[in-house]
Structure formats: C-alpha cells, structure tokens
C-alpha cells in the first residue's frame, strides 16, 4: 500500500472528494452557470504546499488557494540548505539576545565534555536527562550518542520551538529555551539535561511530564530506525514518525543543514547520506527522487499562476523556503512580522492573543479572496 503514500495520491483523492461533494451538492461543473460553486483549497506547511498545487495543477476544478507557510522552494530544492536553521538560529536572538552564542557554546562544550569524560553511552544518557533503561540499543559509543542526540536532537527541539513562536514573548517555549542555555549558573550537561526536561513539559504538559527524557519516544517505528531521520527538523516517533520519513525519503526531501553560522554543531545537508539512509530504511527499490516533483510539475515557475495566496510568519523558520514576494499580480502575498509557522491558523477566531499584524492580515486576506471570487461570480451568464 506504500505505493498510494505520495503527494500525487494526496492531491488525486482531494480531487476525488471534491467531485464527489459538488455533485451531492448539486453544483454545475460550469462556471458561467448560476449553480457553479467555486472552489477555495485552504493548508499551512505541508497541506499548504497541497493546498497550492490544487489550485496550480487542477485549475479547472479548484479557483482560489490558500497556502500558509508553504514551503514551495523546501520541495522544489532551490533554497540554500543551511538557511532554514540559520534562520531558527537568528530568531533565537530575536527571542533572547545572545542566545544562539549560548546554544553554540553549551553544545560544544557538551560535546568536548562527554568525548572527554565519558565511555559509556548509558551513563551519558542519565548525565543529559534521558531515561537511560529505555535508551535505544543501536547508539553503542559516545561518538553516535552526540551525532543522535547533541548534533541531531537539539536542533530538531528547537525547530518546534521556533514553529511554536508566536504570539513572541518570554512565555514561548522558544524564549524559556533560550533562558535554560543563558543560565550561567548550571553546567553545560545540567542546562542540556534542563532543555531536554522542557521539552518534556511542552510535549506532554507539566502533569503528565516524566522524570526524564524518554528518547524512544522519538524513534520511528520500523526497521533500521534511528532518532536522526530523513527530516532534520524533526521526523517523529511511532507509526506516524514511519509514515513521515518514508513519505520525506521518497518525495518530500528535506535540504536542511546546520552551518557554522548556525548555533549548533555544523553538519551540512548531504542528499549522498539522504540516499544511503532511506534505502537502508526502507530498501533500495523505494525510489529517492528530490527533484521528481518539480520537474513533473513545474512548480518553480508560478508566472502563469492565478488565484493563490500565501502567508508566512517571518519568525518562522520556513519562511526562508516560502514564497514571501511575488512579480505576478494574480497572485497575492501576505507576511507577518511576528508570525510564526501558519500562526493565523487558529483554532479561536477572534484570538484575543493575535499580534496587529496578523489581525491586519485576516481582514486583508478577506478581502482579496472576496474580490477573487467576485471575479469567479462575474462569469456567470446563466
């Protein structure tokens, strides 16, 4: 059944559904009729990037599409591989001046601290916060501990904690997080260990948060996994991690990379260990294709494109692989300054803890769908 997990399944029952629904509804399949109803395809991050090419691929069935936080140039491979943690690294200062030197410093100094004076992985594991009894059996040496955990772990952290930035204030697991790697007072290993406790929190929330950090909770399910998956920001545990790094070794290739500007330890996104990584997960005759999408779809050039509007919180990490500008005047973009990733997505409308900018954005996102569909209205003639 792997061969249906694909976006081109996804869009194909979109539209399926779609169909479905407008004829239950009664609706004309033309738009010059009275009983035409038009289309509007609503995603943020990767349902956005759906959302949007419904409308790109599908034109004559799906009118206006709403793609918020979709990373376009994330699929298509165009954006520089360091950019994306470079930009988590630099709203960590916005969170909290000197942060992303007191990330830089506190990992490197873990990292020359457990080389130095550890052996063993299972006493390294108590050291840093986690529950060493449920501690994955494949991480043998303290060199594989810090590429799993330190090099791959921390950043994957701090990518939700940059998604999760907004509305931005000290409240913000982002900002808290900051604050734990500024605390002077504690030790490298003790502020990692802290970091680790508050992911803890934000996960499972302070009643249910467990003494210590149960790294099997972040294994995918599956053969030949590891905590460092296809997805550098993150790929998830269980069935569900599976489900998105097979998806993400396949299709949705995720260039991300951490440079020496970053503040975490630099190691570059390579596709060489992409490849050789889902093949050993998934087998060599699962297809590694990153730029299969694009070249079939064309997606990079958005010139003859109509009707779609994208949004991007400019906090967020992802906005450096969206489409934040645009020269086509069918097209409409609208960014937040104090955004993060499709932050005006709420699931309270009015949102009383809504910043200016994003109470700005929903009327004005009113208003260009409003006009988009007067002109889809206008076609009407009988």
């Given at each position: ?335 937040f300054p104090n955004g993060a990733h499709h932050s005006e997505f709420s699931q309270t409308y009015p949102n009383p803890k809504d910043t200016e900018d994003v109470i700005e ?22």
């Amino acid at each position: 059944l792997v061969k249906y997990l694909s976006p081109d399944q996804a869009l194909a029952d979109t539209i399926d559904l779609i169909q479905y629904v407008r004829g239950e509804l009664g609706c004309s399949p033309d738009r010059t009729s009275s009983e035409y109803c038009p289309v509007i395809t609503f995603g943020g991050s990767y349902p956005g990037f759906l959302a949007v090419m419904l409308r790109f691929r599908f034109p004559d069935i799906v009118d206006i599409a709403y793609g918020s936080s979709a990373p376009l140039r994330l699929y298509s491979q165009e954006v520089d591989t360091d950019a994306y943690f470079d930009k988590v690294s630099e709203v960590a200062d916005i969170a909290s001046p000197g942060c992303s030197n007191a990330v830089r410093d506190t990992v490197f100094a873990v990292k020359d601290d457990l080389l130095a004076n550890y052996t063993s992985v299972h006493k390294a594991a108590k050291a840093t916060g986690f529950c060493a009894d449920t501690f994955p059996t494949y991480m043998r040496d303290i060199p594989e501990f810090i590429s799993e955990t330190v090099t791959y772990l921390v950043p994957a952290v701090f990518a939700d904690f940059n998604m999760a930035f907004y509305p931005p204030g000290p409240r913000t697991a982002l900002s808290r997080a900051c604050a734990i790697f500024q605390d002077q007072s504690k030790t490298p290993i003790e502020r990692l260990s802290s970091f680790f406790d508050l992911r803890g929190e934000v996960e499972y929330g302070s009643a249910h948060k467990p003494e210590c950090f149960d790294l099997s909770l972040e294994l995918p399910s599956g053969p030949n996994a590891r905590i460092r998956g296809s997805d550098n920001s993150g790929t998830g545990g269980g069935f569900t991690g599976e489900v998105w790094e097979f998806q993400c070794c396949k299709d949705l290739v995720i260039g991300t990379g951490y440079s020496e500007e970053s503040m975490f330890i630099p190691r570059h996104f390579s596709y060489k260990w992409h490849e050789k990584h889902c093949h050993e997960r998934f087998g060599p005759e699962v297809p590694v294709g990153p730029w299969r999408m694009v070249d079939q779809w064309g997606f990079n050039d958005l010139s003859h494109s109509s009707h779609i509007l994208f949004t991007n919180g400019l906090n967020d990490g992802w906005s450096t692989s969206s489409i934040t500008e645009t020269d086509n005047p069918n097209l409409a973009v609208i960014n937040f300054p104090n955004g993060a990733h499709h932050s005006e997505f709420s699931q309270t409308y009015p949102n009383p803890k809504d910043t200016e900018d994003v109470i700005e954005g929903y009327k004005t996102a009113t208003k260009i769908i409003g006009d988009w569909l007067d002109e889809i209205y206008s076609q009407r003639t009988h």
